[in-house]
Structures are given as structure tokens and as C-alpha cells.
């Protein structure tokens, strides 16, 4: 589907609640899904930059797989430096600091593809992440990741799961397996790692929005990382590429 395309189908959609179905056709994209918001700010003028330089392909799919990885590669991943606040969640963020957790680079993707032209929107699940830093499960107590962010490109006519979160350089160093994107079939975290240890495990969805929930986010951080805010200086502090170092020398 062409970018005029795309935008015609968001035109004519009734608007009704984002979601994945089964069984039956994809509901297509509303003019949400092209639009900016205070979070996803695609109409920011760094994001539009970063946008008509990545989106390079013959077709919008191809557009769709350089941007991803674009996002995911120029970005390196930070969960130590999580910022819960409107300027710290914004999409255009990320490009000021050159860096991002899995949250706010979920909404990056988002903005530069409506940017670029191509209908996006936010998804979130509840993940179980069974490699991660000493650091991080001291703060957080638990190896469950809430809301998790990953990105709903509409590519072809239908709705495909990207999720550009972890850069290639912290996947080479954790013994990762890269997720690639070909925009034709979803990628999400794998199970196992290359070692065959158990990465991440999907044990709840909560479904693909058109604009960031921030206020459910907080309320499930509060609610499931009671001691993460005492923590925060300490977290901001430390980094997560020394974490990393040490904890794969274990």
C-alpha cells in the first residue's frame, strides 16, 4: 500500500479501538494512526529529519524495514535511565539523548513511520525477562517487565509487529539473537537466547494503541516496582553497558 493509499484507508475508517483481530481481516488503520501526538511527535522537526533520511526503499514495506532498524541500531537500549515524565517518554526524546528503553523507542518507530508516511501505532505486553543485570533485578525484585513497548506498522494491508528495542551491538555482547524485521512477519523477542537460555517470555497482552497510555504505564510501574523510585538516582547513575560487561563474564 502507497503512503496516498494508506492515508486514504485512514480516512475512511470508522474510528473505533485499536486492536488485533483473529480470524477475520485486520481493521484498517483511523487518521490516529498517521497523526502526531504530545508522545508521538511525529510532526517534531528531528523526527521528520530522521524520517526522510532512514525511509529509503523502492516500496513502503522496504521503507518500513529501514526505518525499523534505523531506530533499533542508532539508538542504543538504557533501562537504567527511565524518565516516566511527558518530556521524558516523547519519541523525539530519544533522538536528543541517543539513547532510549524499550517504551520510548517503540514510540520513535511509531512517530518516523507516520512521518514517512506509513500508519503506526504502539503495542505493549507483559514479559518475562530471564537475562538481565544483577542491578536491575535488585531494583526492580522481580524478572517481570511490564508493559513492554513494540510497533504496529500497517504494511501490504495489514497490521505487522516490530519491535526495535535492543540495538545490535547489545545483542552481540548478551549473546542475543538480533531482531530482524522483514516487514512481513512479526518480530518480537525470542525465547531462548543463542545459547539456548531462556530469554523472554509473553505472559500478557495488552493490546496495540494509537497513542502512548502514559498514565497506565506509571500505574503499573508504581504498582509493580514499589521500590524502583527510591532507586532511580542510583539506577541513573550506574550504566548498563558496564552491567552488561560483567554480568556475560559470570
Known sequence: MTSRNARAACATAPRRPARHTRGMEPLPPTAAALA?????????????????????????????????L???????????????????????????QG??????????????????GIAARVGYADVRNHLSTERLRRTLQTDLFVWHGYTDL?????WVK??????????????LLPLDFDGRA???YHPFDKAGNRHME???????????????IVAAFEATY????????????????ADVAREVQR
Not at 508522545?39 to 529529519?49: C, T
Not at 500497517?154 to 495489514?158: A, H, L, N, S, T
Not at 500478557?204 to 498514565?215: I, K, T, V
Request: include cysteine.
Open 36 to 68: 502526531p501526538t504530545a508522545l508521538i511527535d511525529s510532526d517534531h522537526p528531528d523526527v521528520v529529519a530522521f524520517a526522510r533520511r532512514h525511509a529509503l526503499g523502492a516500496d513502503e514495506r522496504e521503507r518500513a524495514v529501514a526505518l525499523t
Open 70 to 96: 534505523a531506530v533499533r541500531d542508532g539508538f542504543r537500549y538504557d533501562p537504567y535511565r527511565i524518565d516516566l515524565s511527558v518530556p521524558g517518554m516523547r519519541a523525539s526524546s530519544v533522538i536528543a
Open 99 to 116: 539513547y532510549g528503553w524499550c517504551v520510548p523507542k517503540a514510540a520513535l518507530l511509531a512517530a518516523v513511520a507516520r512521518a514517512a
Open 154 to 158: 500497517w504494511i501490504e494491508g495489514r
Open 162 to 175: 516490530a519491535t526495535p528495542a535492543f540495538n545490535i551491538e547489545l545483542c552481540e555482547r548478551f549473546g
Open 186 to 188: 512479526d518480530s518480537i
Open 202 to 216: 509473553y505472559v500478557n497482552q495488552h493490546g496495540a494503541f494509537d497513542d502512548m497510555p502514559l498514565a497506565r
Open 226 to 241: 514499589p521500590s524502583w523510585r527510591g532507586e532511580q538516582g542510583a539506577m541513573q547513575a550506574a550504566s548498563f553497558d
